[in-house]
């Protein structure tokens, strides 16, 4: 089982709160991910990180933002959070390389109001 | 064009049978090959890498064809166990980053 988690895991929240998921690794894992995945669909990586200080946009354009200031820990903050915004968010990390076998939590599933 | 494809079934089969199905991608120059398992409403978990040679894991067989750029998994026995979407996961070369198809739905029944 991989050492990943993600809180909250369910969060109902109104338009124009700010929220912040967050997602820790005890692996000692450099690489780490966040995806978007609304039901029945395909995951979008919406940001990646190479390590410490290190953060890049993904392949969906996404509102959220992100940080690494610790190896372990990757969170993702909405600012001003709309219904628009309202999916499945998976936290993902990697060990070698942005290749690399990529280990999951178990998502936020988000519903903005 | 996508760069992964999967068939998204979904392919409904009896307990017992073999189901296979296919993954095509879109970059010649892809390396790395991954299947993996995502039950409803949960995170995918690996099921497999796959790699040039073809490898087995226990009912689980997965494939490479590097001239038809497709790989493929191949599960004998089915067990109800084993329903679940099945997604096909490439990295993509030049940025340095794994593509994951929309996935493909078995379901196995009783």
């Known amino acids: 089982e991989a050492d990943i988690y993600q809180t909250p895991r369910y969060l109902v929240i109104g338009t124009g709160k700010k929220i912040t998921l967050e997602c820790s690794q005890t692996?000692?894992?450099?690489?780490m991910y966040w995806y978007q995945q609304d039901p029945g669909m395909e995951l979008h990586l919406i940001h990646y990180?190479?390590?410490?200080?290190?953060?890049e946009k993904g392949d969906l354009s996404s509102e959220s933002t992100v940080s690494r200031i610790r190896t372990e820990h990757f969170p993702l903050t909405l600012e001003s959070a709309r219904p628009s915004h309202t999916s499945q968010y998976l936290c993902?990390?990697?060990?070698?390389?942005?290749?690399?076998?990529?280990?999951f939590g178990p998502g936020t599933r988000l519903t903005v109001l | 064009r996508k760069e992964v494809e999967q068939d998204p079934g979904p392919f409904n089969v009896p307990e017992g049978a073999t189901v296979a199905f296919n993954c095509t991608y879109s970059?010649?120059?892809?390396?790395?090959f991954f299947w993996y398992r995502q039950d409803c409403r949960k995170e995918p978990k690996l099921l497999m890498s796959?790699?040039?040679s073809g490898n087995e894991d226990g009912r689980f067989t997965a494939q490479l064809n590097r001239a038809s750029q497709y790989i493929s998994l191949l599960i004998r026995d089915s067990k109800l166990s084993d329903s679940a979407t099945y997604l096909c996961?490439?990295?993509?070369?030049?940025?340095?980053?794994?593509?994951f198809g929309a996935g493909t739905t078995v379901t196995v029944r009783a």
């Open positions: 993902a990390s990697s060990e070698y390389s942005l290749t690399d076998t990529q280990y």
């Open positions: 692996m000692g894992h450099d690489k």
């Open positions: 990180s190479y390590g410490v200080n290190s953060t």
């Open positions: 970059n010649s120059a892809s390396q790395s």
């Open positions: 796959v790699y040039s």
């Open positions: 996961v490439v990295n993509i070369p030049a940025d340095y980053k794994l593509s």
